[in-house]
């Protein structure tokens, strides 16, 4: 399964086919994050959720472009089916860091 930290502030971008199935996103905490996704599959709402520390939230990517941006202030997880652990938004393959403000 693949792990990728995105701290508060800070989104990632994943291609179509880099996300199989379902991404799960988990809150380190200490406090809450509220984070947005945009999963491309028309129409592409973008939807904002606030998860508290040491929960997780689900959604159904099915191979579909998706994007998801941390509003913070706590660190989110992004689990989904690969075999990576731990790593950065930068060295994830199919995975491009979108910066506040930009």
Do not use: K, R
Not at 33 to 56: D, K, L
């Amino acid at each position: 399964m693949s792990v990728v930290n995105v701290t508060a502030n800070q989104g990632v971008s994943f291609n179509a086919n880099a996300v199989e199935g379902l991404m799960h996103v988990y809150c380190m905490g200490p406090g809450p994050a509220t984070f947005g996704i945009t999963i491309v599959n028309p129409p592409p709402p973008y939807i904002q959720h606030q998860i508290a520390a040491g929960n997780m939230l689900s959604f159904q990517v099915d191979g579909y472009p998706v994007w998801v941006f941390n509003n913070g202030p706590s660190t989110i997880q992004l689990l989904y089916g690969q075999l990576y652990s731990g790593q950065s938004i930068d060295e994830t393959e199919g995975a491009t860091l979108i910066l506040a403000g930009g």
